[in-house]
Nanobody, 118 residues
Framework: QVQLVESGGGLVQAGDSLRLSCAAS????????MGWFRQAPGKEREYGGR????????FISGSVRGRFTISRDNAKNTVYLQMNSLNSEDTAVYYC???????????WGQGTQVTVSS
């Protein structure tokens, strides 16, 4: 019902900022909470945070709190992950996901690579 496509990844220097976008297809985008995840080489997928369907509530994992911010623009069917003060440990494939409240993440994007060099 929802197709997600991440974009905005790339190679950046430590200390730089980057904004990832997740564009969703379908007219039901505003129904879903959206989450951001990342997976570094050799590690399990890590939960980064989420934003409620209407954007009123956000949660950011403690590991990136203060540096990362999630926002969404339902008029554009897009959710964003603003990443500041990047360091090499942020290097990973970043995924967005969609799900309804109280249920599992149902839809996933293909991921976008973020590489931070020092």
């Amino acid at each position: 019902q929802v197709q997600l496509v991440e974009s905005g990844g790339g190679l950046v220097q430590a200390g730089d900022s980057l904004r990832l976008s997740c564009a969703a297809s379908g007219r039901t985008f505003s129904t879903y909470a959206m989450g951001w995840f990342r997976q570094a080489p050799g590690k399990e997928r890590e939960y980064g945070g989420r934003i409620s369907a209407n954007g009123a509530s956000t949660f950011i994992s403690g590991s990136v709190r203060g540096r990362f911010t999630i926002s969404r623009d339902n008029a554009k069917n897009t959710v964003y992950l603003q990443m500041n003060s990047l360091n090499s440990e942020d290097t990973a494939v970043y995924y967005c996901a969609a799900g309804v409240w109280g249920q599992s993440w149902e839809y996933w994007g293909q991921g976008t690579q973020v590489t931070v060099s020092s």
